[in-house]
């Protein structure tokens, strides 16, 4: 028995599994593996050596991004930063039932270098984190092949803040980080700490091609940008928003092209809304769209239907107002995780699901879904769901850095 055991492990290592598959064309093969969740397909590749090659082939790893953020339900990640040391976790909407557990837990490989992290980005499959202790160290990662590689470390200023972009551009394949440094020089112990932290003079916008050896300077930026990483990436662009200054109250839309590297104004829709402070933007099926808080718990979220075209704005949805269970029972609020991505707000808008459903992060507690046709919430009720956290929509891939120039 132990003979004949050693046997099929030789065969499904050396060569691979006789199931017929190996007999249909690779397009098909493609196809088909294509409509996989993210969770399957990394469970397809563990198989043996064959499967793992052709789970790892840049056509599908291409025609997999394409049709899944097209398709299929979105991936979550989950970031929790308290009670102790950071964690990622991720959701797979489009995996099939098993109970209520889809929450899963990951296990970052970088974590003794890293243990405090922001998650400053996704795109592609990929994930970008910042070192949120000494605000120095970015790493690509991708949590499904568990690869990633340190980016070198860009120039620091003493007293500074960080606005992040990441992205990709199909024209050129190239992966590119934006670090929008606001900062101080000289000594400023003269000013309250409250002060300090609103305000900072002058600016650096500093960008890395992921896989070159040195940042590039782009010189000072002319806008002040919320300080929260870029939301959106359409069309090539990384999009964020304005902060309002003391003589020029209205918020704008500002956007950074990853081929000329040129910095351009989006126009905003005629909603009033962006010149208040509440609202964020965010991809929905494809088009920049803002969702904008109004009065009593309205929100309304619009959608540039042709891009950079202003006439193209609609009133997309109306989502009224909802208080899921999970936000009555009052939980102590942990400092960090409230400073950095949501800024207070009730809800957040993550992103649709292949039914026509609006996905809802509440005060990073609760995710709820949102019928806009029938006007109903859903509070989704998920075993190993962390207390506290940020949600991240995620196209989960087994792509990696170099697999979008081998198509």
């Not at 007293?159 to 992040?164: A, L, T």
């Not at 939301?231 to 918020?251: D, F, K, T």
């Amino acid at each position: 028995m132990e003979n004949h055991c050693k046997k099929i492990r030789c065969n499904l290592e050396d060569g691979p599994p006789t199931t017929g598959m190996e007999h249909l064309p690779q397009e098909i093969i493609h196809d088909i593996l294509s409509r996989l969740p993210i969770s399957s397909l990394v469970q397809f590749k563990c198989v043996c050596r064959a499967w793992r090659a052709l789970a790892q082939d840049p056509r599908l790893i291409n025609l997999y991004l394409s049709t899944t953020a097209l398709t299929n339900d979105p991936c979550l990640i989950l970031h929790c930063d308290f009670p102790i040391r950071n964690q990622l976790y991720f959701v797979d909407f489009a995996a099939p039932e098993e109970g209520k557990e889809k929450v899963k837990r990951i296990h970052a490989p970088f974590w003794p270098m890293m243990p405090e992290f922001d998650v400053v980005g996704s795109c592609n499959g990929l994930l970008c984190l910042a070192d949120s202790l000494y605000n120095d160290a970015l790493y690509i990662y991708n949590p499904f092949t568990r690869n990633h590689i340190e980016l070198p470390k860009s120039l620091k200023y003493p007293d500074q803040e960080v606005v992040f972009g990441f992205g990709f551009h199909p024209k050129t394949q190239e992966y590119k980080v934006v670090k929008i440094v606001y900062y101080r020089n000289g000594h400023s112990g003269g000013y309250p700490r409250a002060t300090r932290r609103q305000f900072y003079p002058q600016s650096e916008v500093q960008i890395l091609t992921v896989g070159s050896c040195e940042w590039r300077s782009l010189g000072k930026m002319s806008y002040q940008l919320v300080r929260r990483q870029s939301e959106a990436l359409v069309n090539g662009r990384l999009h964020w928003v304005s902060r309002p200054r003391r003589y020029n109250p209205a918020r704008r839309l500002v956007s950074l092209d990853l081929v000329d590297e040129q910095f351009r104004e989006v126009p905003k829709p005629d909603c009033g809304g962006l010149s208040r402070c509440n609202y964020h933007l965010v991809v929905l099926k494809g088009c920049l769209s803002a969702a904008v808080y109004c009065n009593y718990g309205r929100l309304e979220i619009w959608t540039m239907k042709e891009y950079n075209v202003k006439e193209s704005w609609v009133k997309q949805y109306i989502v009224g107002t909802h208080m899921p269970k999970g936000l009555k029972q009052n939980l102590e609020r942990p400092t960090k995780i409230w400073k950095n991505a949501s800024n207070g707000r009730v809800v957040r808008i993550l992103g649709l699901l292949k039914n026509g459903e609006l996905l809802l992060e509440y005060k990073s507690r609760v995710l709820v879904t949102y019928d806009p046709n029938l006007g109903k919430f859903k509070d989704l009720t998920l075993q190993g769901l962390p207390k506290w956290f940020q949600s991240m929509v995620h196209v989960g891939s087994l792509n990696w850095i170099d697999s979008p120039t081998d198509s």
